[in-house]
Every structure is written in structure tokens, then in C-alpha cells.
């Protein structure tokens, strides 16, 4: 089997299995590979195998894939090790077997991944093995003396007043050390649980740390992590479990070590406490593996509580902040058209999370005409939402005081590239409505076409060969103008492509083709013809759940 160890971007450190004869990646979330930036285009990339060699190929991407630094234009071989680019994502290509779970990377919040230094196992001299329960063990607790009885005593009621990890992770250090007095460095990783990277949470040195990176054996950890045993090494330094080279133990002279993990009451690895000392006079034995494996499994319930603890807190502020973006954005888009004597407007909008990116809006200008705004920023959610809320700001003063359209969007254009919205992009489509005269002009950044149904039942199609550049593409950008009569009974569909990209159960596209139909069928209103539109699309999705924003506007001249 072969597999894409990705190195950079959201989800780097995670190892992906490639299962299937056929891998897309995209950053739609059908893809098998999903890479949510916008840069990365839908279907991205395609890995396909055939007759046990894999291929990779560009899927007509926006921004281009390349391997080992080489623009991929045709199906391309990959060889084991290989670097697949897409974007700002590297991804490497590797053939081979797999342990049971996914690879495990150890990482810091703080700190930097070289701090910590690999080494293989072989397994060769371990010195004592044992099972660590998810609950406390009384087998485990009979082996303790007096005195580590007491310090067990101490550091269940320590844990059993915290409830956060902040003060559950550092007391349990301390009781360990209570505990322990040969111990020198103690450390708890947690595993997340998504990535499948253990992070190092807390520790705690008996004396002053000597300078350079923090090491630890990342193979001994995945070992535990695999196993679900403790180990004990009494001489880790020279111990050929840890590899003949075993240069992270060496460096750190370290003499003895315990490792233990963390498992859940459902049989889950959750993290690991590594305890180790430098002085080989006064090293580890059995039983104190055996007093660490009882004491975690203590240490697990307390610090399960205390990750779903915290969990819950982040949710709640999670959503607080949702809602109060939602009711932002919610402020920043029409209550209801606007009265435009002669013309009906209709109007639609849904985010596909809480918030979203599209936004439209209707913004009165000189001589009683109406600018009707449509703009898709690239990404969902929260982020999108941020950058939308700006532009909408931008779009408004430009109008408002630009009288020439193509002017006024070369100006937004300016404003939104001076934004630094790193690589955000938004597709928008510009109709300003003259009701005097019964005409309307239309300009065109990179969007959808717009529709006009004529009063003689023909469908027209605007702004699709005068489309510019996209906003925040590039700077110094032209856009190009045109004008649109609107004898009476003409209906304008302005759309994003929430509605032609919908899926249905089997991830095939609504499609241009059947919007048209939907636009070009006989129709008494704008309102109408929205409110088929949105109709057909709920019963082409069959209750799908929506992948992205939809916004939806119709003009009709009554």
C-alpha cells in the first residue's frame, strides 16, 4: 500500500493511506483528499493506480501541480518519495507497509519539530513491559511503599479539585515527582486525536535545563502508543531497543526512563507520560513501571475530563463568536428589496455553515439609479465571512462615488488587492439598473454569466466573453462594461455558483444546462422564476447537505 505523508499546509504531520485505484484531491469535501485553501482548485489533483503503479495527474487545476519542482502537464509516474505540490501543500509520495495506526508525529505548541529526534526499535533488549489499564490498578498500588502511597493519596485529590488541563497536566507532574525522586525530566504528550500527532502538553525539569532543544525518542513514544504497554529501560542510553545510533538519549544522558500511556475507557491512546532520570546509580525497575501504569490510569479519567471540559468551553465560545458574526453579516445584507417602481426584485440567500462568503447587496445611486451587487469570496465560513464583510464596504464607496461602472470596479479591485488578504480571491457581478430609461449596464469580475429572459421567451447570456479578472487577482486590472435593454417583462437571474456547482447523491452537478431551462421557462415574475430556480435545485440535492453558499437574485421589469 501506498501512502501521501503531507508535509505542509493545515493538515501537515497526518499520513494518508491511498486505498483506492483512484484518489482525487481537491478542496471540495467530496474529494478523498480534501486541501481546504482556496487556492487548491475543486478536483486538484488525481493519484491513480495501474497495474501496481501509481500515476499522478493534474485535473485542469487553476494554479497547477508540480512534482519534484516540475510542472505536472501529462500522467506523470511517482516513485517513493516523491514530492507532490499543490500550492503551498508539499506532499509526500512513499510506498510500503504501516504499523496497525497512522503514523505519529510528535509536535510542541511552543515548540519546534526538530526538538525532537527519531530513533528505531528493534526490540531487542527490553527490560520490562507491562499493560496499563484505563483505570487506576489496586494490583499496582499494592506495590507501592508507604511513601509513594501518600504521594498517590496527595495526587488524586490534587487532580480531583482541576479542571483544566492547565492545572490537571502540571499537578500531575508534580505528584510524579513526588512520587519518583530520582526523576529529572517528566513530560505528558496528548494525541490529537484527528491528526494522530502527539503534542507535548507539559513538563517539568528538576533542575535548571541545559541549553539546546528539548529531545525525546519519537520511536520509543510510537511504540507505547502502538503497544499500549509501558516500558522501562534501566541504561536507555546504551539500550539497543532505542536504536544503535541512538543519539536523542546520548545527548540528554539519559541513564533510566519510564514511558507509559494513556488509555481511554473504550481501549483508546489518548497520550503518554515519560518520566526518565540521568543518574544510572539510582535508576527505574519494575515496580515503579508498575506505579506509573497504575497511576495513568487515574491520570487518564482526570485528563479526559478535563480535555472534554475544555472542549466544551471552546464550543460555547465558538459559537458565541458564530452568532455574533452571523448577526454581523445578517446587518450588512438587505432586510428585503428595495421599492423600484416598474421592476420587482427577488432575492435569496443561505450560507453553507453558520456564515458564509457570498454576499449581495442593492445600493441606490444618482438620478434614482440602483446598483445590484453579487460577489463570491473564495473559502467558507468564518474567514470568508471576514473578507466579505470588507469588501461589501469597498463595493459600496466605490459606487456611490464613482459614476462610471468599469471605473468603479477597477477601484474595489485596487482596494481589495491593497488588503492583504493573502491568496483570497472574489468572483462579483455589477448590474446597474436605470428605471428611467428601462436599461441596465453589467460588468463582469470573473463571475457567473447573467440571464436574461427576453419577453419573446428567448434566454440571453451577459457577461461571459467581457469577464475580467477576478477581484484581489491582480492589481491594475481593466474591466469592460455593457449594456442590457429591459423592455417589459424581462426577467435578469444574477446567481453564484452555489446553485450550478449543488450535488446530488452521486456528487453530480446541478449544472449551467439545467439553470438554463429553469431561466427560460414561461414566468409572470422575478419572484417566480427565483422561486423555481430554488425549487428545482432542493429537489436535484435531495437533501444533500450544501457544500457551499448560495445567492440568488432576479430582476423583472413588470
Known amino acids: 500500500m501506498a501512502f501521501l505523508q503531507i508535509r505542509s499546509g493545515p493538515r501537515a504531520g497526518e499520513r494518508v493511506s491511498l486505498t483506492k485505484e483512484k484518489v482525487v484531491i481537491g478542496r471540495h469535501p467530496a474529494c478523498d483528499i480534501v486541501l481546504d485553501t482556496s487556492a487548491v482548485s475543486r478536483q486538484h489533483a488525481t493519484i491513480v493506480l495501474e497495474t501496481d503503479t501509481y500515476f499522478l495527474e493534474d485535473l485542469s487545476s487553476r494554479n497547477g501541480t508540480t512534482l519534484n519542482g516540475v510542472r505536472v502537464d501529462a500522467k506523470k509516474r511517482l516513485e517513493d518519495g516523491d514530492e507532490v505540490q499543490i500550492c503551498e501543500q508539499s506532499l509526500i509520495f512513499t510506498t510500503g507497509t504501516t504499523p496497525s495506526e497512522e503514523a505519529y508525529v510528535i509536535g510542541s505548541e511552543t515548540s519546534n519539530p526538530d526538538d525532537f529526534i527519531d530513533s528505531a526499535i528493534d526490540g ?134 519510564l514511558c507509559v500511556p494513556l488509555v481511554r475507557s473504550d481501549d483508546v491512546v489518548t497520550g503518554v507520560i515519560h518520566v526518565d532520570t540521568l543518574d544510572l546509580r539510582d535508576s527505574f525497575d519494575a515496580k515503579d513501571l508498575e506505579v506509573l501504569a497504575g497511576i495513568a490510569g487515574m491520570a487518564s479519567r482526570v485528563v479526559e475530563q478535563a480535555r472534554t471540559y475544555e472542549e466544551r468551553i471552546g464550543q460555547e465560545q465558538v459559537n458565541r463568536d458564530l452568532d455574533l458574526a452571523k448577526r454581523v453579516q445578517q446587518g450588512l445584507l438587505p432586510s428585503k428589496p428595495p421599492d423600484v417602481t416598474g421592476y420587482q426584485l427577488f432575492d435569496f440567500y443561505e450560507p453553507a455553515r453558520e456564515i458564509g462568503g457570498d454576499f449581495f447587496d442593492y445600493i441606490p445611486l444618482s438620478g434614482g439609479r440602483l446598483a445590484i451587487v453579487l460577489a463570491d469570496v473564495s473559502g467558507k465560513g468564518v474567514s470568508a465571512a471576514l473578507v466579505m464583510m470588507a469588501l461589501s464596504k469597498d463595493v459600496r464607496y466605490c459606487l456611490a462615488s464613482e459614476e462610471d461602472l468599469s471605473t468603479a470596479v477597477a477601484r474595489i479591485n485596487e482596494s481589495f ?16 439598473l436605470d428605471p428611467i430609461a428601462h436599461k441596465a449596464k453589467l460588468v463582469s469580475a470573473g463571475h457567473m454569466p447573467a440571464y436574461v429572459r427576453t419577453p419573446d421567451g428567448r434566454l440571453e447570456t451577459h457577461g461571459d466573453d467581457t469577464a475580467g479578472t477576478p477581484l484581489g487577482v491582480v492589481s491594475q486590472a481593466v474591466y469592460e462594461s455593457i449594456d442590457i435593454a429591459l423592455p417589459a417583462g424581462s426577467v435578469v437571474v444574477l446567481y453564484t455558483d452555489g446553485i450550478s456547482e449543488a450535488m446530488d447523491q452521486d456528487q453530480r452537478p446541478y449544472g449551467m444546462e439545467r439553470l438554463e431551462k429553469m431561466c427560460l421557462a414561461p414566468t409572470d415574475s422575478a419572484e417566480e422564476t427565483g422561486r423555481r430556480i430554488l425549487k428545482d435545485v432542493e429537489r436535484y440535492t435531495a437533501g444533500q447537505i450544501r457544500s457551499d453558499d448560495i445567492c440568488l437574485v432576479c430582476l423583472g421589469r413588470t
Do not use: H, Y
Not at 166 to 186: Q, T, W, Y
Not at 417 to 432: H, Y
Open 417 to 432: 488587492c491593497k488588503g492583504g488578504w493573502d491568496d483570497r480571491f472574489a468572483t462579483a457581478i455589477f448590474l446597474v
Open 124 to 257: 531487542s533488549r527490553i527490560m520490562s513491559q507491562v499493560d496499563v489499564p484505563a483505570v487506576a490498578s489496586e494490583a499496582a498500588m499494592a506495590l507501592n511503599t508507604e511513601a509513594k502511597l501518600r504521594a498517590v493519596i496527595n495526587l488524586n485529590k490534587a487532580l480531583g479539585g482541576s479542571v483544566s488541563l492547565e492545572e490537571v497536566l502540571p499537578k500531575l507532574l508534580d505528584g510524579i515527582f513526588e512520587m519518583f525522586p530520582k526523576a529529572d525530566r517528566g513530560f505528558v504528550l496528548l494525541r490529537d486525536m484527528k491528526s494522530k500527532r502527539l503534542i507535548l502538553r507539559s513538563k517539568k525539569l528538576r533542575s535548571v535545563p541545559e541549553p539546546g532543544p528539548i529531545r525525546l525518542s519519537v520511536s520509543l513514544l510510537q511504540q507505547v502508543v502502538l503497544t499500549k504497554r509501558g516500558i522501562l529501560s534501566a541504561d536507555a542510553a546504551s539500550d539497543s531497543q532505542f536504536g544503535a545510533n541512538n543519539e536523542s538519549m546520548i545527548d540528554c544522558r539519559i541513564r533510566s526512563l
